[in-house]
């Protein structure tokens, strides 16, 4: 069975350091593998997705790695800010479904000004 | 739609009673999902429908959920006879088409709590 694990669950530094998440899997047979990010209230928003063939993705400030092999996937923040503040959430999708989705328990980061 | 909308916002019931949560996913988005949040966990998949076709009810906790999508637009999870444990944001999302590992869009969610 599929299980996500993140570390740490919750995290908090000051403005302007750079950061990064982990996430890791138990079984390498994901289809890709996902990084949300959650306010309080709203809803999850998708950051980046990493198909399985692939070993990074970056979106400004935010760049996000996969190892399948080990799996171990981590989200660098760059020049954090305080509106960075959320949880973040890593999930896999299972490679027998296509569709669902394995979700890790989160990290709670919060940046200081 | 602009994106993905649930309603009510915030459910309170008493336990024993029915609740009905909407779900009004992205205009011809085929794809739809309902997963359950518990306090401090990650969504757990409930359930999910490619049109109006429920094809995976897995993940629903009990034959006390329901869920049905009837003209493949708008989806509506029926919880019976709630009880404490159902307590939880429960949290919609849609994608385009059925391609494996599509870009899902999720919706704010309904907390829902059962005194």
């Known amino acids: 069975k599929q299980e996500v694990t993140q570390i740490p669950a919750a995290l908090s530094v000051p403005e302007g350091e750079n950061l990064v998440l982990n996430c890791s899997f138990t079984?390498?047979?994901?289809?890709?593998l996902q990084w949300f990010r959650q306010d309080p209230g709203k809803g999850l928003t998708s950051l980046l997705l990493?198909?399985?063939s692939q070993r990074e993705q970056t979106s400004g400030r935010l760049n996000a790695s996969l190892d399948k092999s080990s799996g171990r996937s981590t989200l660098y923040i760059a020049a954090s800010q305080p509106g960075d503040s959320a949880t973040y959430l890593c999930?896999?999708?299972?490679?027998?479904?296509?569709?669902?989705?394995?979700w890790g328990a989160g990290t709670k980061l919060i940046i200081k000004p | 739609g602009a994106g993905v909308s649930q309603s009510p916002r915030y459910k309170v019931a008493k336990r024993g009673q029915d609740v009905a949560l909407r779900c009004d996913p992205i205009?011809?988005?085929?794809?739809l999902f309902w997963y359950q949040q518990a306090l401090g966990q990650g969504p757990e998949f409930l359930t999910y429908?490619?049109?109006?076709?429920?094809?995976?009810k897995s993940g629903l906790p009990s034959d006390r959920f329901f869920a049905e999508r009837p003209e493949g637009s708008v989806s509506t999870l029926k919880i019976q006879r709630t009880q404490q444990e159902d307590s939880a944001v429960y949290l919609c999302?849609?994608?385009?088409?059925?391609?494996?590992?599509?870009?899902?869009?999720f919706g704010s969610g309904t907390q829902l709590s059962v005194l």
């Open positions: 999302a849609s994608s385009l088409g059925t391609e494996a590992g599509e870009k899902l869009f």
């Open positions: 205009s011809g988005h085929v794809s």
């Open positions: 429908f490619q049109n109006e076709a429920q094809l995976d």
């Open positions: 079984d390498s047979a994901i289809y890709n």
């Open positions: 990493i198909q399985s």
């Open positions: 999930a896999v999708t299972l490679i027998e479904s296509g569709y669902q989705l394995i």
